[in-house]
């Protein structure tokens, strides 16, 4: 399989979201910073028609590639150089 078929067959698999009330505000969705915005985006996401459609889309995602609000969960970007959970301390006597 080539590059372009892999590319066809993602474009081909994703759902229709277009019925979405995120539709033309990715800056209140994508206002992670924002607790206000980040309010008025999850009760948007609680009253959506497709809020199945597109959890099943987030859920098929790699978790570090999604940002912003989605599917009524906030999706913040990863930190460059962190992985994992922290080291644990070496304990001194």
Known sequence: MSVLD???DAIYAAPNLTRGLCVGQHDL???V???AAVERAL???AECKVL???AAWADSQ???SLYGVIAGH???EP???VRGRPRKQKETA
């Open 52 to 54: 199945t459609e597109c």
């Open 43 to 45: 009760g948007l996401c």
């Open 6 to 8: 892999d590319l066809l």
């Open 79 to 81: 930190r460059p150089g």
């Open 33 to 35: 910073d924002d607790p």
């Open 74 to 76: 906030i999706y913040r």
């Open 62 to 64: 790699p978790r570090r």
């Open 29 to 31: 969705f994508d206002a």
